[in-house]
Antibody
Framework: QVDLQESGPGLVKPSETLSLTCGVS?????????WAWIRQPPGKGPEWIGS???????SYNPSLKGRVTLSIDTSKNQFSLKLTSVTAADTAVYYC??????????WGQGTLVTVS | EIVLTQSPVTLALSPGERATLSCRAS??????LTWYQQKPGQAPRLLIY???KRATGIPARFSGSGSGTVFTLTISSLDPEDFAVYYC??????????FGGGTKVEV
């Protein structure tokens, strides 16, 4: 069983940087697979933020206009998200997940981040 | 950019009834369409991938069909635990992915 757990501040001030980390257990992220961040504003559908491979190759959602940076630390079996210049529109539940061609097969429980 | 449109937005049914959910893509996605189920306060759960393949542990009452731009998720006989929101997802230009707006199946 692959377990993922998001961690980070639940409250971020406007114009500041949102930082989250996803710890992975039950699977070595250096083994492969993409690792993704997804967010879901209250009452809305999910939105893909970006994905990172174990080699640190990244892919980002263009709609976030260069505000996103993903990083990976294989020694700690975790990966991280930074989102700069946040506004109230960035308030959402943020999920990390393991990504395969078949889909997002393992998810964290999600963490609510409020921008205020 | 591919847009996924799900219909209906809300589907009101009773346990034991058949549910038919639609997902339409603005461009051809071949068979690369995934379905998720999400219950309140939980992360989405992978149900169907490649349009018609059930993910590990998914009951046989869930089935998917379609290709190109028109896709359907069918729940043959609704179990009380199936009342939830369902999302479709494409993987055009993977690992970039996109989601539909969701269909809520309610009692």
């Amino acid at each position: 069983q692959v377990d993922l757990q998001e961690s980070g501040p639940g409250l971020v001030k406007p114009s500041e940087t949102l930082s989250l980390t996803c710890g992975v257990s039950g699977f070595s992220i250096s083994s492969g697979r993409y690792w993704a961040w997804i967010r879901q504003p209250p009452g809305k559908g999910p939105e893909w933020i970006g994905s990172i491979y174990h080699t640190a190759k990244t892919s980002y959602n263009p709609s976030l206009k260069g505000r996103v940076t993903l990083s990976i630390d294989t020694s700690k079996n975790q990966f991280s998200l930074k989102l700069t210049s946040v506004t109230a529109a960035d308030t959402a539940v943020y999920y990390c997940a393991r990504q395969t061609l078949d889909g997002l097969d393992f998810w964290g429980q999600g963490t609510l981040v409020t921008v205020s | 950019e591919i847009v996924l449109t799900q219909s209906p937005v809300t589907l009101a049914l009773s346990p034991g009834e058949r549910a038919t959910l639609s997902c339409r893509a603005s461009q051809n996605v071949n068979e690369y369409l995934t379905w998720y189920q999400q219950k309140p306060g939980q992360a989405p759960r992978l149900l169907i991938y490649d349009a018609s393949k059930r993910a590990t542990g998914i009951p046989a009452r869930f089935s998917g069909s379609g290709s190109g731009t028109v896709f359907t998720l069918t729940i043959s006989s609704l179990d009380p635990e199936d009342f939830a929101v369902y999302y479709c997802q494409h993987r055009d230009n993977w690992p970039a992915i996109g989601f539909g707006g969701g269909t809520k199946v309610e009692v």
